[in-house]
């Protein structure tokens, strides 16, 4: 794909560039785009249109903050880049997780298997909600 590499540029009747075909460009509009969420987006709307401008005119779907462990020492929060239209951004594919962990000392065996088995569900979940 050579025409996501290239910076977008906005169009200028004044750019003695000539188009090659292969230009991404940038379009300004009053119309708000629809935006196609995963199922577990909780990120809304407004949020998303707020924030295309920062993303190049891609979406950042972001979903709930879930604590993990009897003790709520992780927090576990699914993100994916995405097109407007909900199709694979090219650049930044699939699903990442933004794992944090509370303080700095140790846990227990019991409680790493717990965090790993909610871990594990969540996991589970994404991937039957993504084709
Ligand atoms: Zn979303």
Known sequence: ??????????????DPEPATGNDTYIVRTR???DIVCPSWCTTGPRQHIGE???HDGGVVHRGDLRSLGPSSCMTIRPFAASLVDGSVDPDDPGVHLDLTRDGDGPITL???MAVAEELAAIVRQLTKSCP
Request: glycine share 4%; no cysteine; hydrophobic share 35%.
């Open 1 to 14: 794909m050579t025409g996501a590499s290239q910076k977008p540029r906005a169009i200028d009747h004044r």
């Open 31 to 33: 119309i708000p785009p």
């Open 52 to 54: 295309l401008s920062a």
């Open 110 to 112: 019991d409680e790493a």
